[in-house]
């Protein structure tokens, strides 16, 4: 079975910082996606940015990007430039084509401060 | 284009009481979930469907949830009767299908419910 992990349940930035929030998983499949998703009060999950597995180049999406460790299995987020508007749920997912579920992270909350 | 639609935003129901959840996924999109969202937790999926099939049901409660998703389009998940445990967020998802270039998911905003 796949697992996700987030180990900051919790983080803060100030306004035009940077910020990295982390996500581990655990799979022995060799072909996957990893996704994150941003989730604010309004609840609509809203997807940040996604990585294939069998791309070695992180994916980058405007202020967003990744480090795609697939030894580690690791694949952090970080958010260049911080908005008050980034100030949300980010929650870390993960994909295959076996089960076409995606399995979630149990999320980390970010504020970002003036 | 219109993104995933879901009524109601909000439910507050007895216990015991039946409640049902409605869901209308992006248009085109074949593949459309159903999601469980306890506080502070990830979603966790509850059926997946493949145009009008049931293709991935084992974690939907069988005793007390049914969903169904008449024509493929609209999908409705009910639950009978309610319980206290079942407060939680319910979200409603779709994509274009499950293969490697289709599986991105779009979810709608969701169904807060409250069982009292």
């Known amino acids: 079975a796949q697992t996700v992990t987030q180990s900051q349940p919790e983080m803060s930035v100030q306004e035009a910082e940077t910020v990295t929030l982390s996500c581990t998983y655990d799979?022995?499949?060799?072909?996957?996606?990893l996704f994150w998703y941003k989730q604010p009060p309004s609840r609509q999950m809203i997807l940040v940015i996604r990585?294939?597995?069998?791309?070695?180049q992180n994916a980058t999406e405007n202020r967003f990007s990744v480090n795609f460790q697939k030894a580690a299995k690791s694949f952090s987020l970080k958010i260049s430039d911080s908005q008050l508007g980034d100030t949300a749920m980010y929650f870390c997912?993960?994909?295959?084509?076996?089960?076409?579920?995606?399995?979630f992270g149990t999320g980390t909350r970010l504020q970002v401060t003036l | 284009e219109a993104g995933v639609v879901q009524s109601p935003r909000y439910k507050i129901i007895e216990k015991k009481q039946p409640v049902a959840f409605w869901c209308n996924p992006i248009?085109?999109?074949?593949?459309l979930y159903w999601y469980l969202q306890n506080l502070g937790q990830g979603p966790e999926l509850l059926i997946r469907?493949?145009?009008?099939?049931?293709?991935?049901d084992s974690q939907l409660p069988k005793d007390r949830f049914s969903a169904e998703r008449l024509k493929g389009v609209d999908s409705t998940l009910k639950i009978q009767p309610a319980e206290l445990g079942d407060s939680a967020v319910y979200l409603c998802?779709?994509?274009?299908?499950?293969?490697?270039?289709?599986?991105?998911?779009?979810f709608g905003a969701g169904t807060r419910l409250s069982v009292l």
């Open positions: 998802a779709s994509s274009r299908g499950t293969g490697w270039s289709k599986n991105i998911q779009y």
């Open positions: 799979t022995s499949e060799s072909n996957y996606y």
């Open positions: 990585q294939e597995a069998y791309k070695q």
């Open positions: 997912a993960f994909y295959t084509g076996t089960a076409s579920k995606l399995t």
């Open positions: 248009s085109g999109h074949n593949t």
């Open positions: 469907y493949e145009n009008e099939e049931a293709v991935d």
